[in-house]
């Protein structure tokens, strides 16, 4: 099935695309764990030492540019895990709905979903004891 794709939706894959090689150009390049990195450091980390629901993300980003996929889920595991299945959530977008994609798109597209998990994911990621602690980056 050819999905027939208005102006705009180019426009905004086209920027996408672009911005995403331009985001791999950089991580590939650059080491944010390296002294000078044009990274920034997360300020909410910085300001209270607790990681905030994207800590690590930028450093699993660099880390799948390198093939490094384990290193990657150690940084920021609920962040891959999203990324591993947003290709499937653009192209339900975009038309190409198959019947066994329905439950997954049922539970992501529901926002109690996402109000049950961020918070739990944000508290559990900041527990000190086992298991928790692999949810820290670089566990």
Not at 110 to 126: D, H
Request: net charge positive; proline share 10%.
């Amino acid at each position: 099935m050819i999905v027939a794709l208005k102006p705009l939706q180019i426009a905004g894959l086209t920027a996408a695309a672009l911005a995403a090689v331009v985001g791999f150009w950089l991580l590939r390049n650059f080491d944010p764990n390296a002294a000078g990195s044009p990274f920034p450091e997360c300020m909410f980390h910085a300001f209270t030492g607790w990681y905030c629901i994207g800590c690590g993300m930028t450093r699993a980003l660099h880390a799948l540019t390198h093939g490094d996929v384990p290193r990657a889920f150690s940084m920021n595991p609920l962040a891959m895990s999203m990324l591993s299945i947003s290709p499937l959530l653009a192209a339900w977008k975009l038309g190409w709905q198959p019947a066994f994609l329905r439950p997954l798109i049922a539970v992501v597209a529901e926002p109690k979903f996402w109000l049950v998990l961020l918070p739990f994911y944000w508290i559990a990621r900041n527990l000190p004891w086992f298991p928790f602690t692999l949810l820290a980056p670089g566990s």
